[in-house]
């Protein structure tokens, strides 16, 4: 934000909003990107349903945040960017939250863009629960739905050496379509689709707040690991923007890899169970499972292959499985040693009635049914975290941002997910982060994960990073495990020890 605006925006909330930065440019401006409207047009004599229902003018706010050692003064920006079709009818609009110190050159300092997965998450867990200049405690093993819902300054924000700006696809958060019709959904709610629609959000983002000179960096967490790379490439070929880094939280980067009839899932996800059961004996790192790791990709992995018709190799596995998870032998011959999550977090603590956490399998809970081998519908280590999350978020916004949005904040929209198109194959991004690595020979790819990741273990990205060409090397690319699970930032360790790996990225 340029200075000489300053004193303006810090009044804009309801009054300068209406001019827009995404409103149509003039019918003379030819550069118009593809899907964004391109004719000035005339507004109608009587607001249509979407009109009526617009989310409010961006309003900027003024911020001070004093925090260990220093204090942090920066401009915090509420907001939305309108998308349009071809033919320049309006499609959804975008909300974003932005925070831009004061006082720094834009043409030098980052910009990093965040969003979470899904799909159908909005980008409050990496806002409030990692970067953001306010964080919510989320350790699962501490909090409930009743916890006190108030962020509190972060002393851990990546402010100090960028700028922030968090991205809520459309149907999570306040971000919402104003086109109805499924055709739009279809598109919107697709792989690419969504790729298509964040490339020209970002796009747009720094047309508005005149950050085109400003090194760009992309943050994604879990299915932000299918949009990151793609993301990117879109950018760099298509929307002419090129990007320093991507920053890569707990991603699955090929779901073909983690289900189905595919062996290697049950090679990924078996240093996280060791793991889970070494946890409940003293803390671990990843330094001590390397004798797990070595088996997974080894051994076991060679007598997978040789299937059940080996009854040796099979008897001999499930019997390995069972000694290196605490899961009973009888449970583990019975499944032949190929043991899935669902599985696994029903019997790893079965006699005293608990369920491990998907997210976390360091977190217990208490099991709803704890005499069904079906039933399987609580996650301890997430469900605990949406109303506080939830609630802290609005707050957030309305009170603190000044920004009061109509309708429900959606944290975790799922219905998005249950109509997300994932195309004919399984999605996956290794092409395109092989092709936006080639492209770019200065980029660089950070990637981090936790060591209790049921969901999208650790080892799997590391089993794919290590099929990259000769030319991906550190330190380029590097993959960095904490204790902690999904959200491993929610551990205080953790969180300071990954910001410290990305402001090393960042200079």
Known sequence: MRRTSLALILFACGVMG???????????????????????????????????????????????????GRTLSFIATAGSIRLFDDKGEPEADIVYTSYQLDGTDRGTR??????????????????????????????????????????????????????????????????????????????????????????????????????????KYIAGESYGGIR?????????????????????????????????TSLLQYVARLPSYVATLREAEGPVKRADLADVEAYARGEFLVDLIKGQADKEATTRLADKIA????????VSRRLAGRIDRAEFRREFDRKNGKLIGNYDSSVR??????????????????????????????????????????????????????????????PESLSELRQILATDAKMKLLVGHGLFDLVTPYLGSQIALDQLPPFVSAPRVKLVVFPGGHMFYSRDASRQAFRAEVEAMMN
């Not at 793609?230 to 779901?255: A, E, T």
């Not at 609630?391 to 929209?413: C, F, H, M, Q």
């Open 18 to 68: 209406s001019a827009r930065a995404d409103d149509p440019p003039p019918r003379a401006q030819v550069t118009t990107p593809a899907g964004q409207k391109g004719g000035a047009g005339q507004a109608p004599s009587t607001p249509s349903a979407a009109e009526q229902h617009r989310l409010p003018p961006d309003c900027s706010t003024k911020q001070r945040l004093d925090l260990p």
């Open 110 to 215: 980052p910009v990093t863009f965040f969003f979470n997965g899904g799909p159908g998450s909005s980008s409050a867990w990496l806002q409030l629960g990692n970067a953001g200049p306010w964080r919510l405690p989320i350790n699962a093993d501490e909090v409930t739905p009743s916890t006190f819902p108030e962020a509190r300054p972060n002393a851990e924000t990546w402010l100090d050496f960028t700028d922030l700006v968090f991205l809520d696809p459309v149907g999570t958060g306040y971000s919402r379509f104003v086109r109805t019709g499924d055709d739009v959904r279809k598109r919107l709610y697709s792989v690419e689709g969504d790729v298509n629609a964040l490339a020209l959000v970002v796009r747009r983002w720094l047309e508005k707040h005149d950050r085109l000179l400003s090194p």
């Open 228 to 260: 990151g790379p793609k993301l990117v490439h879109q950018l760099q070929m298509r929307q002419g923007i090129g990007v320093k880094g991507l920053i890569m939280v707990s991603p699955l980067f090929d779901y073909s890899q983690h289900g189905g």
């Open 323 to 330: 000694a290196l998870t605490g899961i009973d032998q009888a």
């Open 365 to 426: 809970g208490l099991d709803p049914y704890p005499d069904s081998d079906f039933s399987l519908s609580s996650d301890p280590s997430a469900d605990r975290l949406l109303a506080p999350l939830t609630s802290a978020t609005v707050d957030l916004l309305t009170r603190k941002l000044n920004w009061r949005p109509d309708g429900s904040y959606e944290l975790i929209n799922h219905t998005v997910g249950q109509a997300w198109d994932f195309g004919r194959r399984p």
